[in-house]
């Protein structure tokens, strides 16, 4: 697709006829009255079948997992059961809007566990932001599950709320926002970088953002040594001592910025080669992107408006845009990390999920999409290509083999 045609598409699908989403989603979750149901494997239709499935025979399975607690994994769904958790106090782009209101994404998410890799998930909305309530209760009924998929709970609570349940769990404990985010803008970043020619090791990043995802972004991006990452906030660059950054926003200070550079985004932008954006609407102008290094590679990710829209970065001279939308190209969509991440972990078992297993998970998603086939539109897959989950396994499991 050349730049005339991409054009042509972004105007398209930005100004052309699309239906009411706002009444068709209404419409349809009414309907639905919840995506999920609960189907029962056991057949119970005689006293017989009732009394293995139920007492007195359920008492054996009982018997052998007090005796070995692993045998929860043979005996019950935990090996295929994951919690996915939220307080509701950073849901999607809507902010703070509470654990009720959050149910519907929360059920989203565990549709989707099930409809890309096979995994039952149960939506869970605790009725409380206090950390400390959160994860006494997340631990308290982590032994029904095999994996915890954290959802939408907001910065810098989610980072001590994570680390606290990794350290006090036994099974994996993941923050999607977080991680899931920063593999595939990873993955999109790796792609991008062979289509235009960049050479990894001298590169300019900035992120614009330093919340959860953003950080976790930088974090990921420094595992693959592209180059220096600056990562901008409300208040202007995350630099090491900046009286404005948080305990979160200062150890990350520490790792990325390496000149100590200070200004605004539109400062820290010029004469980049990377422009991620997980921060606000229409805060980048076409001016900014030209101010970028030849070539720039731009994933702009706020959602449901992204910081620029795509055809006005493309107009700019943006080699390469991403944003988190469906209905543009290379949408960064963490439905591309968790189903396979999660499957690979639970097949073998991981209590962890773990920095080498994250990077791999990226360059497998990278490395599904070949050489020959990148486009400046194609640098992720897309979020229905089976090969997807299929290779984050692989890449899990040969992980999960090294460290054994």
């Given amino acids: 697709m050349n730049i005339h045609s991409m054009k042509i598409y972004f105007v398209q699908r930005r100004f052309g006829s699309k239906m009411n989403r706002k009444e068709q989603a209404l419409k ?15 057949k ?5 079948e009732l009394a293995i499935a139920y007492t007195p025979g359920v008492a054996e399975p009982c018997l052998e997992i007090a005796r070995d607690e692993n045998l929860a994994y043979e005996y019950t769904g935990k090996g295929n059961l994951v919690a996915v958790i939220t307080d509701g106090s950073a849901v999607l782009g809507l902010g703070n809007i509470g654990p009720s209101a959050g149910m519907p994404v929360m059920e989203g998410k565990c549709a989707l566990f099930k409809t890309f890799a096979d995994i039952d998930a149960i939506p869970i909305c605790i009725n409380s932001n206090d950390e400390d309530v959160i994860v006494d209760t997340i631990y308290n009924i982590s032994k029904s599950f095999g994996g915890i998929n954290l959802e939408d709970i907001s910065a810098p609570r989610c980072f001590n709320i994570e680390r606290r349940l990794k350290e006090r769990c036994d099974i994996p404990v993941f923050h999607d926002d977080q991680h899931g985010t920063a593999i595939v803008t990873s993955a999109g970043i790796l792609n991008a970088l062979r289509f235009t020619g960049k050479k990894p090791g001298n590169l300019k990043i ?6 959860s995802a953003g950080i976790a972004i930088a974090r990921m991006l420094l595992r693959f040594n592209f180059g220096d990452i600056i990562l901008c906030g409300s208040k202007g660059a995350i630099y090491d001592g900046a009286p404005y950054n948080n305990s979160e926003q200062e150890q990350i200070a520490k790792l990325t910025n390496q000149n100590n550079i200070k200004g605004k985004l539109d400062e820290l932008i010029k004469n980049a080669d990377v422009l991620i954006g997980v921060s606000k609407p229409g805060i980048v102008s076409k001016e900014m992107i030209a101010s970028m290094a030849e070539d720039p590679i731009v994933f702009v990710m706020s959602n449901p408006v992204p910081e620029i829209m795509p055809d006005e970065a493309i107009e700019a001279g943006a080699a390469v845009v991403g944003t988190g939308r469906s ?3 290379n949408q960064v969509n963490n439905v591309l990390a968790f189903p396979g991440i999660f499957r690979g972990a639970l097949d073998c078992r991981v209590s962890q999920i773990t920095e080498e297993m994250k990077e791999a998970a990226a360059r497998a998603i990278a490395n599904v999409i070949k050489e020959e086939d990148l486009r400046a539109d194609y640098v992720l897959p897309d979020v229905f290509d089976k090969r997807v989950v299929e290779q984050i396994v692989n890449a899990i499991k040969a992980c999960s083999v090294k460290m054994q």
């Fill in 327 to 329: 209905d543009f190209p």
């Fill in 44 to 48: 119970i239709t005689n006293r017989e």
């Fill in 206 to 211: 900035v992120i614009s953002g330093a919340g």
């Fill in 28 to 42: 349809m979750h009414a309907e639905w009255r919840g995506k999920l149901s609960i189907e029962s494997k056991a």
